[in-house]
């Protein structure tokens, strides 16, 4: 379409010397205003295309994030295998994905349950999603995979990874976020003909349809499992199984932090609304509101862990305080958008107390998680949706979640107890949900013994046995070739 142009000559070609084409002139006018018109429309779908792919990038590098973290957590002779399983995350989960995820997910329209069109993108794009959207949830798709993985970790058949990754990407999780994300699901908030409660479960982000996924379905592959050998000594104490770097376990914190603004102000998935026509305030303001909250939470978490373990350990631990940052993440993510900063704060002093909590009850169940993921996500995950339910503000409820005036908001806001009832909900059935699914699969593939090594190479580490060498080269050839090779160098021992 050509440019607008309207001129003062322009419009006298309508009038006679004697007569007036008000007719045609004000048609000129329309067309002028409908030209108009439409390239502000095109330019708003064109700007919150572009914001949702940015996001969706952001929410991809988180998968790198993981790919550090994970290497750092888990001892050097196992590096290689944990970070294949976080490439293979990303490229099953995008195949699955594609064929049946996103169908099961949000294929409209269908039933409360799971969704039944657009697999393989079938009658992509239309006026409901654009091949951003799938993007956007595929990344949240994997992200979920990555967690459990971490729950399973340094102990666990490579052909076992690709399965349960396959089979959490490509229903599971879809599944679940159909519940909740979807608008024919019996449980959104965004369901207007028949809204749960009167309110529907507001899980903005995914601490439950995400973190709990993904850490729920850790918890079982990690006790159908069992711990590592060495975790526990005969007598039943803990054994640390430190990880090999540090300086990947904060590199990959940092890669996730900066995901999470992707992921938590992302989920708008349009940033050019309005509240209040011609004026500043708008859906941008609660982007930026929502990054606050965000970061809040993940601050305070850290600080709280890290005094928190100070007073139980005597030491300032880097690995730990990582950790509280990411479950304080964890947990603002299901009401990142409709609270207060001053309520993220709240927010993220729980769930260090709860990430702590639930760490020292892993460690009298004997339950042996490398990455305290199941706690983290898991964990932190449910807090997080109990956190809404208390603290949700009614105006920004409104804001976020428009077209249904007066729906219950947070209990400690004066909203009422049926968003708190709600959101009880969500956290038994996804408990229930992922314990019926991914808890059999691992029983299954524990049946068939395709779900552990072999105690020989869980001892020599997955590198060397599965993956044909060590991630790292401990010596330099060069010096080899001239006969200097390297060797360490035990410390000395006074006498």
């Excluded at 295309?49 to 973290?69: C, H, I, W």
């Excluded at 699901?185 to 993904?214: C, E, K, P, Q, R």
């Excluded at 769930?351 to 199941?374: H, I, Q, R, S, W």
Aim: glycine content about 12%.
């Amino acid at each position: 379409m050509g440019s607008p142009t309207c001129s003062a000559d322009a419009l006298a070609a309508m009038f006679g010397a004697n007569t007036t084409n008000a007719t045609g002139a004000a048609a000129f006018i329309c067309d002028q205003f409908n030209t108009v018109s439409t390239k502000f429309s095109d330019t708003t779908y064109a700007v919150d295309s572009t914001y949702l792919l940015f996001s969706a990038y952001l929410v991809f590098s988180m998968q790198l994030g993981f790919a550090m973290l994970c290497a750092g957590s888990v001892r050097a002779k196992n590096t290689m295998n944990i970070m294949l399983t976080n490439v293979l995350d990303a490229a099953a989960g995008g195949l699955f994905y594609y064929l049946f995820g996103f169908a099961f997910a949000f294929g409209t329209p269908s039933n409360g349950f799971i969704g039944k069109h657009n697999f393989a993108l079938q009658n992509m794009p239309s006026s409901d999603f654009d091949y951003s959207y799938f993007l956007y949830q595929w990344a949240f798709a994997i992200a979920a995979a990555g967690i459990t993985s971490g729950s399973i970790a340094e102990r666990t058949q490579f052909v076992a990874y690709l399965i349960y990754s396959a089979f959490l990407t490509g229903f599971v999780y879809p599944v679940v976020s159909h519940w909740f994300w979807s608008v024919d699901g019996w449980a959104s908030a965004t369901n207007m003909d028949n809204l749960f409660l009167g309110s529907g479960v507001i899980d903005f982000a995914g601490s439950g349809v995400v973190h709990m996924v993904g850490g729920i379905a850790g918890l079982y592959g990690a006790l159908i499992e069992g711990p590592r050998i060495g975790r526990f000594d005969h007598s039943g104490r803990s054994v640390a199984l430190r990880g090999h770097s540090a300086s990947l376990v904060v590199l990959g914190t940092f890669l996730l932090w900066f995901g999470w603004y992707g992921f938590n102000p992302g989920s708008f998935v349009k940033i050019l609304s309005p509240y209040e026509s011609g004026s500043y305030y708008g859906q941008w303001s609660a982007v930026g509101r929502t990054a606050v909250t965000t970061t809040l939470a993940g601050c305070t978490a850290a600080l709280t862990t890290l005094f928190g373990k100070r007073i139980l350990s005597g030491h300032w631990n880097v690995v730990d305080v990582c950790n509280g940052l990411l479950g304080g993440f964890a947990a603002i993510t299901s009401g990142c958008s409709v609270v207060d900063p001053w309520a993220a704060v709240i927010c993220g002093f729980v769930a260090a107390c709860v990430l702590t909590g639930f760490n020292k009850l892993a460690e009298k169940m004997k339950y042996d998680d490398p990455l305290e993921a199941a706690q983290l996500h898991g964990g932190c995950g449910a807090w997080g949706i109990i956190f809404t339910g208390l603290f949700a503000k009614e105006k920004y409820v409104n804001e976020v979640y428009p077209g249904k005036p007066g729906r219950p908001y947070g209990l400690f806001m004066g909203g009422g107890g049926k968003l708190l009832a709600a959101h009880v909900i969500q956290i038994l059935v996804i408990i229930g949900f992922v314990s019926a699914t991914m808890g059999p699969l691992f029983l299954i593939l524990k049946k068939l013994g395709l779900l552990r090594i072999s105690a020989e190479d869980e001892t020599a580490g997955m590198d060397m046995t599965r993956h044909g060498g060590f991630a790292y080269v401990y010596h330099d050839e060069d010096d080899q070739k001239l006969g200097l090779p390297m060797r360490k160098i035990e410390p000395a021992v006074s006498s």
